[in-house]
Each structure stands twice: as C-alpha cells, then as structure tokens.
C-alpha cells in the first residue's frame, strides 16, 4: 500500500525534473538493444545484458520517483505555523555543552545538504526526528552514532528562505 509522502515544493519539483530527465533517455536504451540485437546471439552478446540491465534500473528508478511524486503531499508555506518545528522551517539550536549555535533546515530526504547554511537535515534523521515537534525553549536529545546524546536548546523557529 502507498504512503503518503509530505515534501515541500522544492523537493517535488527536484523529484520531477530527475523523473523527466530519466524518461528522456528511454530512446537511447532503447537504440542500444536495437543495436546489440543487430550482433546476432543474445544468449553470448555482453553489449545485450548491459543495456537490458541499464533499462531495468532506468525503469525501476522512473516507476520509484512517479510512485513518490503521487502519493505526494506539498507543504504549503502559509500551513506552516511558527510555533513548532517541521517539515519546511528551519531551527536555530544551541548545543548546551558547547554552548555552538547552528541552524537546521528541515527537509525532506531528497533536500539533504550538510554544507549548506542553514544546514539541511532530512525530517527522518536523528537531528530532524529529535526538533520536530519542539518549540522554542525546548531542549532536546539527539541520538549520536556510537557516542553520548546531544542536547539541544531550539532558540528560534523560522521559515525557510
């Protein structure tokens, strides 16, 4: 059964340009097993397997992508409430320990970038899983990899730019 999947507008068109992009190269692999067909033997022919693998991944990735694009749900920036963290808003945090203020994107899957600023975490991580849902003042643990939870102090709730 298809889930629903909750994604901002960037996320949706990014998910559909890639989709496109996938669709479009169908007459090239095509044209590849049209060509290696042409070399005679299928049961011996490595040009053969190698395109009927390339199109099976193409169109395992194309049906993925149009599953996720239609059981999509967009957020809308004027749903989005400033009084907790979710998808689409960005936290300012303090880390208690270290008194290191950082801010974080939440996004959806497809967004991640933990180079850019604010920092984009994905809404299913341990940082995104830990803010949503909190409120400014809050304190939260985040599960950390082999170590000891952080704690973070949400100091700011804002749209993201």
Same mark, same amino acid.
């Given at each position: !059964?298809? =889930?629903?999947?909750? !994604? ?11 989709r496109d992009e996938l ?12 060509e290696a067909r042409a ?19 193409? %169109?395992? &990735? ?5 599953? &996720? ?20 808003l960005t936290a300012k945090?303090? %880390? =208690? ?30 940082? /995104?899983?830990?803010?949503? /849902? ?6 939260? %643990? ?20």
């Amino acid at each position: !059964m298809p =889930t629903e999947n909750v !994604m901002t507008q960037d996320s949706y068109n990014k998910l559909k340009r890639e989709r496109d992009e996938l669709i479009s190269q169908r007459p090239e692999i095509a044209e590849r097993l049209k060509e290696a067909r042409a070399f005679g033997d299928l049961s011996e022919n490595a040009e053969y397997d190698v395109a009927k693998e390339e199109q099976a991944k193409l %169109e395992e &990735r194309i049906l993925k992508l149009s599953e &996720r694009l239609r059981t999509a749900t967009i957020i809308k920036d004027e749903d989005l409430t400033l009084d907790h963290v979710s998808l689409g808003l960005t936290a300012k945090v303090k %880390e =208690t320990k270290t008194k290191v203020v950082e801010s974080y994107s939440i996004v959806d899957v497809t967004e991640i970038d933990p180079f850019s600023d604010p920092i984009k975490v994905s809404v299913e991580s341990s940082v /995104g899983k830990a803010l949503v /849902g909190s409120k400014v003042g809050d304190k939260v %643990e985040v599960a950390v990899p082999g170590g000891k939870p952080i704690r973070l102090e949400i100091l700011e709730i804002s749209r993201t730019a």
